[in-house]
């Protein structure tokens, strides 16, 4: 699995948008990208995945590039219970084991 | 949404003891499971792949017979900590692959006194 290289930590104001990048460069096709958070003490909770088209649910919006070697996870208004370590993951489509990385602890500061 | 059920949350033994943490997937059947530990301030650490009807996959440098993994049925799989020392306290993390991504039970605090 390709390996994915985040910063250690991001601060962002509380209803701004939090912007949290992810580089994996040797990415390749059949790789998705994969975001989780993990709240203090509590196990990881899925935020959300794509392959190459940009993707947004209820939680967040998932920006890949065109080469797909960095994606972007936003989280449009952020409150302080999206204070967390965010996990960018590339996992291949035939399943497999999810390789954690460092992540990048987020903090939502008032 | 599909749920991974971890139990116990927190558990304390004594030096010497086992200890068992059962994960459960409550609305969908899981014939592979994943156990992850996470020390505090680190990142979550792979240990082995749990595999209905067969043996586990251990990650390289985790003792298979001091990590023993049972994955009986399609909802279950244990981990017993066995002869637990207290280098063994940690947060240990389970998880489970419903239909895409994975679903992570909310851990178990794993204290050896």
């Known amino acids: 699995d390709a390996k994915t290289t985040q910063p250690p930590s991001m601060d962002c104001a509380e209803g701004r948008a939090a912007n949290l990048p992810c580089n994996h460069s040797?990415?390749?096709?059949?790789?998705?990208v994969y975001w989780y958070r993990q709240i203090h003490s509590q196990g990881p909770q899925y935020i959300i995945h794509g392959l190459k088209n940009n993707e947004t649910n209820e939680m967040a919006s998932l920006i890949i590039t065109e080469d797909r070697k960095s994606s972007t996870l936003i989280l449009p208004h952020a409150t302080l219970r999206d204070t967390a370590v965010y996990y960018c993951?590339?996992?291949?489509?035939?399943?497999?084991?999810?390789?954690f990385g460092q992540g990048t602890e987020l903090s939502v500061k008032p | 949404g599909a749920v991974v059920s971890q139990h116990p949350s927190r558990v304390i033994c004594k030096s010497g003891t086992s200890v068992k943490i059962e994960c459960r997937s409550l609305?969908?059947?899981?014939?592979?499971m994943f156990w992850y530990r996470q020390f505090p301030k680190q990142s979550l650490m792979l240990m082995a792949t749990s595999n209905e009807g067969s043996k586990a996959t251990y990650e390289q440098g985790v003792e298979k017979d001091k990590f023993l993994i049972n994955h009986a049925s399609l909802t279950l799989s244990t981990l017993t900590v066995t002869s637990a020392h207290p280098e063994d306290s940690s947060f240990y993390i389970c998880?489970?692959?419903?239909?895409?991504?994975?679903?992570f039970g909310s851990g178990t605090r794993l204290t050896v006194v």
């Open positions: 040797t990415i390749s096709g059949n790789e998705y």
């Open positions: 993951i590339v996992r291949d489509s035939q399943g497999g084991k999810l390789i």
């Open positions: 609305d969908f059947q899981a014939t592979t």
């Open positions: 998880s489970a692959s419903p239909t895409y991504g994975y679903t």
